[in-house]
């Protein structure tokens, strides 16, 4: 709601007189004065035009607490930040984000160069971490509590539970208070402070701390406690008593400590110039010239600017040095608001990361784990980390697209009632949606609804189904949706449910030859050449490495090359075959064949054959399992086709209906079915999570029996191209060879060994059977 007209005019005069005041302030002294350095402006709101003056006048301007990111020291050489700029806590905020695993993050910040200033950075290191800003709320200035509480409800109305606020404290307390009211302090709600509230938090007041703010986390400076910062605080606690009795407890935040670093600073810089003559050299201007015409140029502010660069001391906040014109970017406190006060429950570093304790010295790596910062109370005194997102409370249930299709309902299946006008959805991947929701650690209501057209066909492709969630018509597809690559630039996917790729499906050929030499067909000659030089290698081999320790291998010189080169021979006999052939062995093969290709109607596949090549008259499309094996039955000359192309789940449902027809051969890869979601869905990691946990357990099993169960058999007797074995028949011939060998050589050993004792037997009188005994005996 805009501001009253009274009001809103009120309010811009008051910021323009306000500006109007500091500007003519600092123009009096630099024109007049002739200061060589100005310590302000104390806002970013009130910096922009003198930091101008500065750059014309050659006059430093030096501000300890204008942070806005908007006010750059490279565009403006003249302007210095003694204080940290408000970008250089981005990556704390992200850090902590991330650790928690939060998805959005709504942004609310005051609507002028102070709260605008960091919102580019902030969005930035939100989205490195994978975090959408869905929204960003503007709250003015000086808006009314009626104002901040039709924001909040607005708020409350969105999905996201992550808030991070960047305004100053008196509009934040405000914010609060309303956000209080308004129920958004409770369980499942996060609020992120950056440091332009946490920084000053003794300015708010304390009953909205006590009861407005309670389990806020919030983005601190960190300013070690030092001997040197306790030493000033007992001076300045003494000087201020004196001059102002009244106060008993006088608050110094860091902006005070800023403004004294900058200070001395500039004094060390004036002293190292020494004693020069500060002048200006006047311009002249024409009779009608304005003020900031006839404005002078400091002689000496380029040698102070660099005195100021190069200036670096032990600080109140540490260590003081300028880098590109603003102070060095040092350490963010993690603190968690809880009753009074800011606990802190852990650190950030640029080296570092999140960290539960500071250690100079720690050389561990880059860390964005929850699990080092410390306790945390969240919104309703809750322990729990909240999940950062709602359902909001106008909307009663998910409303989910699912396919129409008459092809494979055994995935999908809507069955029209026209007596109560509605649908019925069911299928195998409608209970695999249904387990997952289930297993959901909270109750999420949803409604299926079929993609058609008023009379009753299909609406359409899976691409325009997944355009209407991309469009916010629709809030998910469920169904047997695949995971391309081009579809998740535009919505985000679940993890797969099944199986992953694309496979061919060719008959095979029986290859059971009975020809005597089929062992010698799946090696080429100079195949078995080498291979018979390795034998007689191998047997080399085992003899150095055996005759010594292995008695097998011992004996006459002609015992233990026989024993080897039998040993290295007798492998042959395990070599193994392959005894079911595809028709076609790869789809390369497929497209240089000139044949028929089947596809599934409706599916990608299509698309996908077109860009390898395929000529559409050679494309044929199938719209059921049967229509399949109709073609493949009657093969590409006779109208038919000579393989089907289509994803893992459908090529198996296929084999599952007809065994010992077919072959599957893997062709490509796809990541599987998934569900479908609009980019930065919060739900999408809980359900990824949850299908993890159906298709690791027996809920996935008890699935697929329902949807698959009369074909589980007929997929064990299925035909492999890869792992069968060929009978005895087709291996007589290499048996023969063997025995051949085997024979020969028992009869060459027997003719030597009768050889070697001819003579004993010989010189016996004994009678033929005698001797013959003897020589058994012997052997």
Not at 506 to 512: A, F
Not at 577 to 597: A, C, F
Not at 672 to 693: M, W
């Amino acid at each position: 709601m805009p501001l009253p007209i009274s009001l809103s005019i009120i309010c811009r005069t008051f910021y323009s007189l306000t500006v109007f005041w500091f500007t003519n302030a600092a123009l009096d002294l630099i024109k007049n004065k002739q200061v060589q350095a100005i310590i302000g402006p104390q806002s970013s709101v009130q910096a922009d035009f003198i930091i101008d003056l500065g750059n014309k006048s050659h006059v430093p301007i030096i501000s300890f607490s204008a942070t806005s990111p908007s006010l750059s020291s490279i565009r403006r050489p003249y302007f210095i930040r003694a204080a940290q700029n408000d970008s250089s806590q981005v990556n704390a905020i992200s850090a902590v984000v991330q650790a928690f695993g939060w998805r959005e993050a709504v942004l609310i910040y005051v609507d002028n160069e102070f709260g605008e200033g960091i919102i580019p950075s902030l969005t930035d290191a939100l989205e490195e971490v994978d975090t959408r800003v869905p929204y960003r709320s503007l709250i003015p200035p000086s808006a009314t509590d009626n104002q901040i509480g039709q924001e909040l409800y607005k708020l409350k109305t969105m999905q996201t539970r992550v808030f991070i606020v960047h305004m100053l404290p008196t509009l934040g307390s405000r914010l609060f208070a309303k956000a209080k009211e308004a129920g958004m302090m409770g369980r499942g709600y996060v609020w992120i402070l950056t440091s332009g509230i946490t920084d000053l938090l003794s300015f708010v007041d304390s009953s909205v701390v006590a009861i407005s703010m309670q389990g806020v986390l919030g983005i601190k400076t960190y300013v070690p406690d030092t001997r040197n910062l306790d030493n000033f605080m007992v001076q300045w606690k003494k000087k201020f008593q004196q001059e102002n009795p009244s106060v008993l407890s006088p608050p110094l935040n860091i902006f005070g400590y800023y403004a004294y670093d900058a200070a001395r600073a500039l004094a060390m810089a004036v002293e190292e110039m020494g004693t020069v003559n500060f002048t200006f050299q006047i311009l002249n201007a024409s009779t009608d010239a304005t003020d900031l015409d006839t404005i002078g140029v400091s002689q000496n502010g380029e040698k102070l600017l660099q005195e100021l660069a190069n200036m670096t001391f032990m600080g109140l906040t540490g260590n003081f040095s300028l880098v590109d014109g603003q102070l060095e970017s040092s350490v963010f406190q993690i603190v968690n608001i809880n009753g009074n006060a800011a606990r802190g429950i852990g650190f950030w570093t640029v080296k570092n990361g999140l960290l539960r304790n500071l250690n100079p010295f720690d050389t561990s790596k880059y860390s964005t784990s929850k699990s080092n910062l410390g306790t945390i109370i969240w919104p309703g005194d809750s322990t729990s980390v909240p999940k950062g997102w709602e359902f909001p409370t106008t909307r009663k249930s998910l409303k989910i697209l699912v396919p129409v299709k008459d092809d494979f309902n055994q995935f999908v299946t809507v069955t029209y009632d026209p007596t109560t006008n509605t649908s019925q959805v069911t299928g195998y991947c409608i209970d695999i949606f249904q387990a997952v929701i289930e297993k959901l650690p909270y109750a999420l209501t949803y409604e299926l609804i079929p993609f058609t057209l008023p009379n009753g066909s299909s609406a359409g492709s899976y691409n325009d189904m997944i355009d209407q969630v991309y469009y916010q018509n629709y809030d998910a597809v469920v169904g047997d949706t695949t995971i391309l690559a081009n579809r998740s630039l535009h919505v985000d996917f679940t993890l797969p449910y099944t199986e992953s790729g694309v496979a061919m499906l060719v008959p095979y050929e029986d290859n059971k030859s009975k020809n005597a030499w089929v062992f010698l067909k799946p090696l080429t000659w100079d195949l078995w050449l080498t291979s018979g030089c390795f034998f007689v290698f191998i047997a080399l081999v085992v003899w150095i490495l055996e005759h010594r320790i292995n008695e097998d291998f011992r004996g006459p010189t002609t015992h233990q090359v026989g024993t080897s080169l039998w040993f290295s021979f007798s492998t042959m006999v395990f070599a193994q075959m392959q005894n079911s052939q595809p028709t076609i062995t790869d789809v390369y093969q497929l497209l240089n064949s000139g044949e028929r290709v089947g596809y599934q109607n409706g599916g990608f596949i299509h698309e996908m054959l077109k860009q390898m090549k395929f000529d559409d008259y050679r494309l044929v499309s199938y719209k059921s399992a049967e229509e399949c094996d109709a073609l493949l039955s009657k093969g590409s000359s006779k109208g038919g086709i000579a393989a089907a192309i289509d994803e893992v789940p459908y090529i198996r449902l296929i084999l599952s209906q007809y065994c010992n027809k077919y072959l599957t051969i893997p062709t490509f890869k796809t990541a599987g079915f998934g569900f479908v979601f609009p980019k930065g869905s919060p739900l999408v990691p809980d359900i990824s999570r949850a299908i993890l946990n159906i298709t690791e357990g027996p809920n996935m099993t008890k699935i697929e029996k329902a949807w698959f169960t009369s074909e589980t058999n007929c997929l064990e007797s299925t035909p492999s191209s890869s792992s069968n074995s060929l009978g005895l028949d087709s291996f007589w011939g290499l048996f023969v060879i063997a025995g051949v060998v085997a024979v020969l050589a028992l009869l060459i050993y027997m003719v030597m060994f009768v050889k070697r004792n001819w003579r004993v037997i010989t010189s016996s009188s004994a009678s033929l059977w005698q001797k013959i005994v003897a020589l058994g005996r012997r052997f």
